[in-house]
Nanobody, 119 residues
Framework: QVQLVESGGGLVQAGGSLRLSCRVS????????GGWFRQAPGKEREFVAS??????LTLYKEAVKCRFNISKDNDKMYLQMDNLKPEDTAVYYC??????????????WGQGTQVTVFS
């Protein structure tokens, strides 16, 4: 069974940075495409960013382009978040798939990590 474990969430002032990490328990992330979704209070879950399995091509939600960067290595997937804004406050979920490109509804999900940005 594929288990995703996130870390790196927290409380940060607007304009600050956080780096989220995600690992696949007992496996390497090189075997997966990956992505990050988020859900803010009272809102639906939304796509944030994704990365393909082999070539590392990336895709971003328009609102986070130029502020967020998704990457992965053999061990983990990361989301570097810079110039954070209060509207980035949400629970962030790590996702993964065995496909080359992350499915629109990924097969594997982490438990989520809270990111809170205050002004």
């Amino acid at each position: 069974q594929v288990q995703l474990v996130e870390s790196g969430g927290g409380l940060v002032q607007a304009g600050g940075s956080l780096r989220l990490s995600c690992r696949v328990s007992g496996r390497t992330f090189s075997a997966y495409s990956g992505g990050w979704f988020r859900q803010a209070p009272g809102k639906e879950r939304e796509f944030v960013a994704s990365i393909t399995r082999r070539s590392g091509l990336t895709l971003y939600k328009e609102a986070v382009k130029c502020r967020f960067n998704i990457s992965k290595d053999n061990d983990k997937m990361y989301l570097q978040m810079d110039n954070l804004k209060p509207e980035d406050t949400a629970v962030y979920y790590c996702t993964a798939d065995t496909l080359q490109v992350l499915n629109i509804k990924p097969n594997y999900w982490g438990q989520g990590t809270q990111v809170t940005v205050f002004s």
